[in-house]
């Protein structure tokens, strides 16, 4: 019966019954008298009973019709509040935005920043911010927004490119004294390796840009947190891939050494990605442009 209950039907006879007339009903909802009194009486004929003694000069409710008016009508009144306040929140800059981010230095240095001088523009909004080591689901994991790292292959996303990470590899000039030094990428097969989500690493020969040479790692160490990656590499545990910036203060002191010189390791690109939703809460817009305008700043 809840089922089948049609929200127009009942509009239309509280309507009828506040005005006293189908007349100024249909007035009132901008269609015409005959269709408000095919409307109130499917209503009854739906619920068996007569809402409405009629005459030709004036309408009448049963014990019924007042029953069902009284409560119908604090009902719609309580459902237009309800509507009223989601289409406020939707368009108010406050409320809660989940957003997921890979962590480490991309978490700590690229996006916290961003997200604190967010807060101070829109002091109203809340954001939880979570670094996980896992991809997580956005929908299943109820996230608004998440960074992402490398390919994307979910199309149920909108995907934005907020920067291009430039990678490293890296080694302790004390493990190089030990165990030398790869000169091609085949080489690192031989060589311990701490390794993080990818175990397949991929090149290009600086002389040949178009050229690309992929090797399988064996890795001595897998671990998905950067901070551990290069801890153990400074403490000569073996030779490292990651982004520049995780290490660039040990490149620049000398702790950590630059290898396979003549190669490039393949850039990755760090992506927003959110909802392929059409109606989304302004507050998380606004982040997603923040974001994208803050990144874009600095990558100039």
């Known amino acids: 019966m809840l089922d089948s209950l049609p929200l127009a039907d009942i509009r239309a006879f509280v309507m009828t019954a506040d005005h ?15 269709q408000v ?25 049963t014990e019924s019709g007042h029953l069902l008016h009284a409560q119908c009508r604090s009902a719609l009144g309580d459902m237009a509040q309800i509507v009223t306040l989601v289409r406020e929140e939707r368009n108010a800059m406050r409320g809660r935005i989940r957003l997921n981010s890979v962590g480490g230095p991309i978490g700590e240095r690229l996006l916290g920043p961003a997200v604190h001088a967010f807060m101070q523009a829109w002091p109203e909004v809340e954001i939880e911010l979570d670094f996980s080591s896992h991809r997580v689901n956005l929908i299943r994991d109820d996230f608004d927004i998440a960074l992402r790292m490398g390919a994307l292959e979910d199309a149920d996303f909108i995907a934005r490119p907020l920067a291009t990470l430039s990678y490293v ?4 000039p004390d493990y190089l004294s030990r165990h030398g030094s790869p000169q091609t990428p085949g080489g690192l097969q031989a060589h311990r390796c701490l390794v993080g989500s990818v175990a397949r690493w991929s090149f290009r020969a600086r002389h040949d840009p178009k050229s690309e040479t992929q090797v399988d790692i064996s ?10 990656l290069v801890s ?3 403490a000569g545990n073996g030779i490292i891939r990651v982004p520049r910036l995780y290490c660039d203060d040990a490149i620049a002191s ?4 630059e290898i396979l010189q003549d190669w490039q390791p393949a850039d990755v690109p760090l992506s927003l990605i959110y909802h392929r939703e059409r109606h989304r809460p302004l507050r998380t817009m606004r982040l997603i442009e923040h974001l994208v305008t803050w990144f874009d700043e600095r990558n100039a």
């Open 20 to 34: 006293g007339s189908f007349t100024r009903a249909a007035e009132t909802l901008g269609v015409s008298r005959s």
């Open 37 to 61: 009194s095919k409307q109130v009486t499917a209503l009854e004929k739906l619920l068996g009973v007569t809402l409405m003694q009629r005459s030709t000069r004036s309408l009448r409710l």
């Open 169 to 172: 590899v890296v080694a302790s």
């Open 219 to 228: 890795a001595q160490l897998q671990c998905r947190n950067g901070h551990v």
């Open 232 to 234: 153990g590499a400074l």
């Open 254 to 257: 000398g702790e950590l050494k």
